[in-house]
C-alpha cells in the first residue's frame, strides 16, 4: 500500500524557480529541459525501453515546439533560430519514428551550444526581446511535470 505523494518538494522548488526566472533564465531552462530529455531517449532506445523513448522524444519535441512558438520574427536572428529549431524538430521525429539513437548526439550539441549562447547573453545582461516575445518561451508549459 503506497502512500500518495502529496507535494512532492523538487517539484515545488522547480515550479517556483521558474515562476521566479527573468526571461533569459526560461531559455536556459527550456535547453536544459530539451536536452535532458534527448540524453533520456538515447539511454531509453538503448535499453529498448521504447515507451520511455517515445515519452522523452514527444517531450523534447513540445520544449522545440514552445521555443518556435516564443520566436519574435521582427528580427533576423529569429529567422535563423527557426531553421535550427525545425533542423532538430525534424531529426527528433526521424530518431523517434526509427528508434535510431544514432541522432540524438549531435542535436544534443546543438542545443549545447545553443544554451551556452543564452548563458552568455544572459549573464552580458543583453534584453532578448529581439528573438522572443514577451511571452518568453512559455514559463507555464516549462512549470508543469509535461515539459521538465
Do not use: H
Not at 500518495?4 to 522547480?14: A, E, G, W
Not at 529541459?33 to 523534447?60: P, R, S
Not at 525545425?86 to 542545443?111: C, G, T, Y
Request: proline residues 3%.
Amino acid at each position: 500500500m503506497s502512500m500518495p505523494m502529496r507535494n512532492n518538494p523538487y517539484k515545488q522548488y522547480q515550479k517556483q524557480g521558474v515562476l521566479t526566472a527573468n526571461p533569459g533564465e526560461l531559455i536556459v531552462m527550456l535547453y536544459d529541459a530539451c536536452i535532458k530529455n534527448m540524453k533520456l531517449a538515447e539511454i531509453f532506445v538503448g535499453e529498448k525501453n521504447y515507451e520511455g523513448a517515445n515519452k522523452a522524444y514527444i517531450k523534447a519535441q513540445d520544449i522545440m515546439t514552445e521555443l518556435v512558438s516564443s520566436l519574435n520574427y521582427d528580427y533576423e536572428i529569429a529567422e535563423q533560430l527557426l531553421r535550427i529549431y525545425d533542423f532538430v524538430i525534424r531529426q527528433l521525429v526521424e530518431s523517434n519514428i526509427k528508434k535510431d539513437a544514432s541522432l540524438l548526439p549531435d542535436l544534443v550539441e546543438i542545443m549545447g551550444e545553443l544554451r551556452e549562447a543564452w548563458v552568455q547573453i544572459k549573464s552580458a545582461g543583453i534584453r532578448n526581446s529581439a528573438i522572443y516575445t514577451d511571452d518568453e518561451a512559455g514559463a507555464a508549459e516549462l512549470s508543469g511535470e509535461t515539459l521538465v
